[in-house]
């Protein structure tokens, strides 16, 4: 093929590759939709939709035409300008992985992940395991036939084919080494941690109740401030918070507990972190495969910037505090920033991951990547899980759940058939820190910024850094050139330690 | 072809057809989405999502390969159950209509429709036309293009050839027929009405506020008295009501006034109509051609069935009145049942369509028809609408809008490429006259039941003969099998007369 058909490939490419985002786009409106507004007796059609979609873009990746296209533009690759050679690369990565899974393996997957996530959402809260588990165990073995098809066709080992599709180039020998890392030196700090925290001045309880309405009212308030646009977007309420949507239409979701607004305030600052970096990823390429975000270390690290990083520093507590005081009508010492700094700081075992601290968190993402690692390698399956579960947060937190329901069921993951998912929560809380703390050196008065409510030093230096790079360079990559070294544990301990210990 | 290669063509088809309807639902969520949740900004992306879809179904419709099944299982059609023959009959019908649309129209339609429909939106808002009308112009040359595009494939005029989209089998010579015979009878039946409802005591006001979550819990009470199933379905708020989703996820919208309850409330009913028909379609041929809902005029009988025919009932108004009082706190003369007769029943020109009663209704319509009509002609553009219409006004009911907002830009039809769509509001009106009238003979006690606030006679009755006909009948014969005659305008003058001047 010469080298004009091999540049028209090329803008075909471009247009098939234009046509899967908006398909994709569509599927995560449905996704959205189905966490949110649909009717309990819409699941099954969902669930055809969905498989339909799936199939649609899986026949599109996976098309013969397709692969030729790729291998013809590649051809002259290296004369297309960086961002476009970039993009090509994706193209070929997106088509790679898609080849790995057989198609009516797509369709099972597709169907059963469905299926399993809304019987997952009655399971969890009558706490019922009992009609969980065939579902999730035929997920488990679906999710081991597709590593082990993916494994051979990406030449990796079965867990780490699969922890590719969440985080490119991603493998578990390092994900090993960072959690033996952060094993070696968290329980002792945390040991650390709450010792200090039992001498210090205990926090003040924060009575409520605080109306829903007024919850809602002070998150769109702090989601403004943060930089969303609510032409861009929404926010709603599902069972377990999330960000959809598309770029320019950005979903996010929390949950509320009338007694307590801390959680869904930060909830939302959480996806409000997701949400930035999805609407900054550069305009210029929204329908192409390089202008996607950089998997999920490099989400995690956005949101875990926004909530861990920033909305917890004194700097910015000290700002939002009048404003809780105003939107809830709070007086007195509970409502003081040092009250609120103790609540939203305060480090102990508990059983919910998503309400954990920063401190425990990683413990709970070790014990779920161990669990997961060995559902995938066939040691462990739906029956055996409970007990698995429970043993490990013995072993990792010193407690028992009581019931399922704050045990395995607590999460949606395996449930809607993600696995190799859990560790880039822990990944993006490293990268975070890491991020965090270059920001700080790079960006002259950025706390002091936050102080005033004001995220544009931030921002500015993270679109730039992080954002902006799309899909141009690999997520580690991101993370040296942003930060001047590989992800490591170090800015994140120096973290704990400065922030907890006052090292 | 031998017989069981033919057999085997139609297994495949109906796993076709069976995806394409599920990509089909998709739409209709991402469309119910758009008018309901999606923030103004993500109107781009949507349009994209809609036109990739758009395009995906239509390529699926228009394979070679499609064809070549259909032909292949036509070939022992006749060996086929009934119902399956149906199916077979209409998924040649859908081919036919995809091939005769080019693939570039078809995208460069959806892309049109869904840009303009968003310009609507503020044009009305702002009364602005000169916004609206580059891409409404735009838009008619488009329906031209198509409508000469299948003119040619399927052999009929243009406009009939759009029309039969929306209603299959329809001409637009029998529309005249039925038209002319409503403009012999119905503007002297209307001064006759006025007449006699000038004579009668007038209507006293029902005095507001309403506030709008009352009249959202009374609208959510009567959609399940008439069997509504919020399992399987939600009431939200759009600007233009419609009824969408999918028949197990339906979804069906209002807009609220806080002067006034009756006109959301019968929206409500009215939708709640259109969603029951979806939800009654045989459930066995769920993702089936056949199990479709059978076109336009049958969708808009089911749903003046329940708004016009039942609820404005005597009997149902009598039900209703105690819980309409209870709903808002209602006491006095002006909410006694007959003041709410009165108010229900009041007969007058009016500018808005949908505000319109059933005696001037038709003449809003007939306006349209014969506008629509001109502009697939080549005859009328969008420059010259407003002029057009504002003399068909004075023509038809004698008045002036005072503005394009409450003129010619007040429905959404045209902004979203719908031409041949409008004559099926008063087909419907016909059709649902004659229906109720053939229901209540064969139903002893329906309208005795209404008065109960029980509708499952009146349900049970138009389930079979309707609703669970599909599409295995054309839209005359469901009416003729469930009437004993061919469509005409006999019933509804009927009703008109009875129902307005006591004959």
């Not at 969905?50 to 533009?73: F, G, K, N, R, Y």
């Not at 009048?322 to 939203?344: C, D, I, M, Q, V």
Request: hydrophobic share 40%; net charge negative; aromatic share 8%.
């Amino acid at each position: 093929m010469n080298a004009l058909n091999s540049i028209s490939a090329y803008e075909t490419l471009k247009s098939r590759f234009h046509r899967l985002a908006a398909l994709q786009g569509a599927q995560s409106v449905l996704h959205w939709d189905r966490a949110t507004m649909m009717p309990e007796g819409g699941a099954k059609a969902r669930a055809e939709q969905q498989a339909a979609l799936a199939m649609i873009c899986h026949d599109m990746l996976t098309s013969p035409q397709l692969a030729e296209l790729v291998a013809s533009a590649e051809e002259t690759a290296s004369s297309l300008p960086e961002w476009d050679r970039a993009n090509l690369a994706e193209m070929r990565r997106l088509l790679v992985h898609a080849n790995a899974t057989p198609a009516d393996l797509v369709e099972r997957l597709a169907r059963q992940r469905s299926e399993t996530e809304m019987v997952w959402r009655h399971a969890r809260a009558a706490n019922d395991y009992a009609s969980l588990a065939p579902g999730l165990d035929k997920l488990i073995s679906l999710a081991r036939e597709q590593a082990a098809a993916k494994a051979d066709a990406l030449g990796l080992d079965p867990y780490d084919a699969l922890l590719d599709g969440y985080d490119p180039g991603r493998r578990s020998v390092e994900i090993d080494r960072l959690f033996a890392e952060l094993e070696s030196f968290l329980p002792s700090l945390l040991q650390e941690v709450m010792k200090a925290q039992k001498a210090a001045p205990q926090p003040l309880a924060i009575e409520g109740p605080f109306p829903i309405a007024l919850q809602e009212k002070l998150g769109r308030e702090i989601m403004g401030v943060l930089g969303f646009d609510f032409q861009h977007g929404r926010l709603d309420v599902s069972h377990h918070p999330f960000s959809g949507g598309v770029p320019d239409d950005s979903r996010i979701t929390t949950r509320y507990d009338e007694s307590d607004f801390t959680e869904s305030l930060m909830g939302i600052i959480h996806e409000t972190g997701h949400s930035l970096y999805e609407r900054g990823l550069p305009e210029e390429w929204r329908h192409q495969p390089v202008g996607r975000s950089r998997g999920m270390t490099i989400h995690e690290s956005q949101s875990l910037l926004f909530e861990m990083q920033a909305a917890r520093s004194s700097a910015f507590v000290g700002w939002l505090t009048p404003r809780l005081k105003a939107a809830f009508g709070g007086e007195g010492p509970a409502w003081s920033p040092e009250n609120l700094l103790r609540h939203y700081r305060k480090v102990g075992p508990s059983l919910i991951r998503v309400q954990a601290d920063e401190v425990t968190y990683p413990l709970h993402v070790i014990l779920r990547y161990r669990l997961e690692r060995a559902m995938i390698a066939g040691e462990l399956g739906a029956a055996d899980l409970p007990a698995a579960w429970n043993e490990g947060m013995r072993r990792y937190l010193g407690i028992t759940p009581p019931d399922d329901a704050s045990g395995c069921m607590q999460d949606i993951h395996w449930p809607s058939g993600s696995f190799g998912y859990f560790p880039t929560y822990t990944l993006g809380a490293l990268a975070a820190a890491q991020l965090f703390a270059a920001a700080k050196t790079a960006v002259p008065g950025l706390e002091e910024a936050l102080g005033r409510g004001d995220v544009a030093p931030l921002l500015g230096w993270i679109r730039e850094n992080v954002h902006g790079r799309g899909s141009s360079l690999m997520p580690d990559d991101i993370i040296a050139s942003a930060t001047g070294g590989p992800l490591g544990t170090g800015a994140f301990r120096r973290h704990i330690e400065v922030r907890y210990l006052g090292r």
